[in-house]
């Protein structure tokens, strides 16, 4: 009962606006970081539970939080350096078992992620608003509540109008924030609206998928299209390891063929095409150019918090999730999680077809949202409440691990239920 409640209130507590904060010292504590502090402590009094039920990721993990507290602690000093990874354990592992612990079953996965992919549904009225009168309104609000006016000032200027529209926030502190917690539910509610088609189904992937358009970000988009390819993967995977052979054949020679019939490079050229801005396409080029050197220097515990090295018309912000992972945590630590995240989804995939019909589809919803998680990692940063999400994500597929087991379930249900029409009929 309090594990559903967390989970409930940690759902809820996502979409609560920044200005809701409160500080202490040079933390600002939201309200999801209350929750989260909670299900940390739920898991310490329930470290048996844990402990049965821990595998590699479990291992893994830890050791990632461990490295990037030591990092931290080496960089800042004790007291500097334990209060940013109190932090950080608080999102890592608070998530993590906050979902682990809570997402025990394919209903309890069916109910967060209805619960996440409705609300971001009704917010598309909002989000519509927002895009075509430019008026931050949900801000505006909670700025009139609270006093705190903690959205970036650039989120209110020319440069976040594109087309003659303004790119939505809608209740978060930034565009790519709103636009890829969408592209995360973003398959869970289409593959449902296809396993039960219901009108409701519809509209809400409908209005889901309208709200990451609002955002004018390629980050959601970029998502929706890995999404797509990793579809294709899922489909060909249990029967098809030729299929890779082919596909990785095509896919590295397309590459080699675009990079020497242009002076450009292929990844120049990906940048380029697949941003809305080119010139911020190249920006992040230039933050894995000048951000190498600091990361050959510090390869063991990373720079951490500190700033990097950059010229001078460079702004200090970090447009990549394992980039920035690997210069405020070092190489190993980046790896660590990096891997740890892969296995976790080949692990899944190689299972996939032992699935239930009934539950295969959860699973390859979070198949498809965990991988564009992973690769669009590399464009975006998973700054505020992405990355408390992306461990909740990743921790929200342990029910998945026993199939069979699973099937003997369903397979009970379905005939109690079987039984149970033919004694009313």
């Known amino acids: 009962m309090i594990i559903r409640i967390l989970a409930i209130l940690f759902a809820i507590s996502i979409f609560i606006p920044v200005e809701f904060h409160y500080l202490v010292g040079s933390l600002r504590i939201e309200a999801y970081r209350i929750v989260l502090g909670l299900a940390l402590i739920y898991a310490f009094i329930n470290i048996n539970q844990i402990l049965k039920k821990a595998d590699i990721i479990d291992i893994l993990l830890f050791f990632f939080a461990l490295l990037a507290s030591a990092s931290l602690i080496y960089n800042h000093g004790l007291k500097d350096g334990i209060e940013s990874s109190g932090i950080l354990i608080i999102e890592i592992l608070g998530s993590f078992y906050l979902a682990r612990l809570f997402v025990t079953t394919p209903k309890n996965y069916y109910q967060i992620n209805m619960l996440f992919a409705t609300i971001l549904a009704v917010l598309l009225v909002f989000s519509l608003y927002e895009a075509f009168a430019k008026h931050r309104i949900l801000h505006e609000w909670a700025k009139n509540i609270t006093g705190h006016d903690s959205l970036d000032y650039r989120l209110y200027t020319h440069h976040y109008i594109r087309m003659g529209v303004m790119r939505t926030t809608n209740l978060f502190a930034h565009p790519i924030l709103y636009g890829t917690i969408g592209a995360i539910f973003f398959?869970?509610?289409?593959?449902?609206?296809?396993?039960?088609?219901?009108?409701?189904?519809?509209?809400?992937?409908?209005?889901?998928?309208?709200?990451?358009?609002?955002t004018l970000s390629s980050a959601p988009l970029l998502a929706v299209a890995f999404q797509g390819m990793t579809a294709v993967v899922t489909r060909f995977w249990a029967g098809g390891k030729r299929f890779w052979f082919g596909f990785g054949f095509v896919a590295l020679s397309g590459m080699v063929l675009v990079d020497t019939i242009s002076n450009r490079g292929f990844f120049k050229i990906l940048i380029s095409h697949m941003t809305f801005n080119a010139n911020t396409g190249y920006y992040r080029l230039l933050q894995w150019k000048y951000t190498m050197d600091d990361i050959a220097d510090h390869p063991l515990f990373g720079i951490g918090l500190n700033d990097w090295t950059r010229p001078a018309n460079l702004n200090n912000s970090i447009d990549s999730f394992w980039l920035l992972m690997t210069l405020q945590h070092g190489i190993i630590a980046s790896f660590l999680l990096l891997f740890?995240?892969?296995?976790?989804?080949?692990?899944?995939?190689?299972?996939?077809?032992?699935?239930?019909?009934?539950?295969?589809?959860?699973?390859?919803?979070?198949?498809?949202a965990f991988m564009s998680l992973i690769l669009i990692g590399f464009t975006v940063d998973y700054f505020g409440k992405i990355q408390p999400l992306f461990f909740f994500v990743l921790g929200s597929i342990g029910w998945a691990r026993n199939a069979p087991k699973l099937n003997q379930i369903l397979a009970r249900m379905t005939q109690r239920a079987r039984l149970k029409n033919r004694q009313e009929t």
Not at 206 to 212: E, F, Q, R, V
Request: net charge positive.
């Open 187 to 214: 398959p869970f509610i289409v593959l449902l609206a296809f396993f039960k088609f219901k009108i409701s189904n519809v509209i809400k992937a409908i209005a889901i998928l309208l709200g990451m358009f609002s």
């Open 340 to 368: 740890l995240c892969l296995y976790a989804i080949f692990n899944v995939l190689n299972r996939l077809h032992k699935h239930h019909p009934a539950t295969q589809w959860m699973v390859k919803s979070w198949i498809l």
